[in-house]
Nanobody, 109 residues
Framework: QVQLVESGGDEVQPGGSLRLSCVAS??????MGWYRRAPGKQRESVAF???????NYEDSVKGRFTISRNNAKNTVYLQMNSLKPEDTGVYYC?????WGQGTQVTVSS
């Protein structure tokens, strides 16, 4: 099974930006996605991208987050701009049945 490793999480102030990366140990032919779990809440979807580049976003991140992928590098990215405290959580990458270990994003003044 393919392994996924996320990176890029950090603590930033509201209005700041972060870029998350997720590297797969092998080729991913299908949809890749980002999820997040806020403290005390269930995991929710954030954004998805097909192998052909078609994207879909959760309403609260539309216009602020951008998902992209580099198939040659087996990598998916999540560019997060205009971050808000409610974006705080552990962000996970997923592809098929595989999940990464998560990377912590904290938005706080």
């Amino acid at each position: 099974q393919v392994q996924l490793v996320e990176s890029g999480g950090d603590e930033v102030q509201p209005g700041g930006s972060l870029r998350l990366s997720c590297v797969a140990s092998g080729s991913i032919l299908g949809i890749m996605g980002w999820y997040r779990r806020a403290p005390g809440k269930q995991r929710e979807s954030v954004a998805f991208i097909s192998s052909g580049g078609i994207t879909n976003y959760e309403d609260s991140v539309k216009g602020r987050f951008t998902i992209s992928r580099n198939n040659a590098k087996n990598t998916v990215y999540l560019q997060m701009n205009s971050l808000k405290p409610e974006d705080t959580g552990v962000y996970y990458c997923s592809a098929g049945q595989a999940w990464g270990q998560g990377t912590q994003v904290t938005v706080s003044s």
